[in-house]
């Protein structure tokens, strides 16, 4: 099992939460709640160390 989340469309800076819920055939706890929290970073940063020549990204950044 594993789980994917997908934050492209989401704006940096923010935080997403949410429940994951694991069900079993257990009597006791058949059902196990997980909570989730996701933050999006609101800075990213690139190092290219094998660059010969200068580059400017697409917001200007050197």
């Known amino acids: 099992m594993g ?5 492209r469309v989401a704006t940096p800076g923010t935080v997403l939460t ?3 819920l ?3 055939e257990s009597g006791r706890a058949p059902v196990i709640e997980v909570p989730l929290k996701i933050v999006v970073p609101a ?3 690139a190092l290219d160390t094998g660059a ?3 580059l ?3 917001r200007g950044d050197t």
């Open 18 to 20: 949410g429940t994951l």
């Open 56 to 58: 400017t990204d697409l």
């Open 43 to 45: 800075y990213r940063t």
């Open 22 to 24: 694991i069900t079993s």
């Open 3 to 7: 789980l994917v989340f997908d934050t």
């Open 52 to 54: 010969t020549g200068s």
